[in-house]
């Protein structure tokens, strides 16, 4: 029933919706659609079939943009470039109420779903997305190097998912990036160079165990992003291989040498097996001074009858 809307805000978001991305044909048929937000609910299904290059909306989202850049500079009312009804977005991490949302900002919010599949590569299509989140859900596959397209993207959080690889050096043209979060995945290699990286903390990055390059101080010792890393990280793995520690190996094969050499020397020399014996009989002659406490006197016990008991 919503194919044949010309909607250009969806915000379905904290409710208990749930269901697939089966009618992908309705949400790709939302050529104006800018800003959707469908986050904390139980939805799923693969994300890979959505068509994004179908939102013209987002791909330009004002083509005014211009004189709204006009009239801000000349301190007019800005009457007609925004919408009346205020809506809450989660962007850059926090929840932040807009109460007059400019027509040409655009976001996209998946969060806290149950989607999967790979980021489509049509993603990078839209040109004018300032948001875009699909943190805490199940995604896979690599990041899209398409996402160096969004030249106005201010806010990207893919964090909590299971995506694998490298972070693409395209991001690194991002001049508007403020806010990046790809924690909690299992991504790895050489953190890209560039002045919005440069801005962006260790937490943005927390939860992959491959990475190398600022902000972790991880030396990549002058390889390519990933080359100094073991196969196992390279593949997406999140625990590198555990290093052999040689100083337990080294105490447990000395103390087995010994015990072995002492062992050897009792069997095949009698000199040292009386010796043995004799140092043997010693001790428990100190630790078992038994005494005949019927006639009050003591009296040695054989030290055979010891062994044997």
Known sequence: MLMNTSLHVVILRSNKFYGDLQCTGAMQGWSNLQIIDISTNNFGG???????????????????????????????????????????????????????????????????????????????????LYLLNLSHNALTGLIPSSIGNLRELGSLDLSVNHLTGKIPQELASLTFLSFLNLSFNRLSGKIPEGPQFLTFSEASYEGNAGFCGFPDNISCNGKGPGE?????????????????????????LGFGVGLASTIWLLLCCERWRKIYFEQIDRILLKIFPLKDGRKGHGRRVNINQVRRS
């Open 228 to 252: 100094n890393l073991s196969p196992e990280l390279q593949n997406g793995d999140l625990y590198p291989e555990k290093e052999i520690e040689w100083s337990y190996i080294s105490a447990a």
């Open 46 to 128: 693969d994300i890979s079939l959505l068509s994004f290059s179908n939102w013209k909306g987002m791909i330009s989202a004002n083509k005014n943009q211009s004189q709204y850049n006009h009239l801000r500079f000349d301190y007019m009312e800005l009457s007609g470039y925004y919408y009346q009804d205020a809506v809450i977005v989660t962007m850059k991490g926090l929840e932040m109420e807009l109460t007059k949302i400019l027509v040409f900002f655009t976001s996209i919010d998946f969060s806290r779903n149950k989607f999967h599949g790979s980021i489509p590569h049509t993603i990078g299509d839209l040109k004018s």
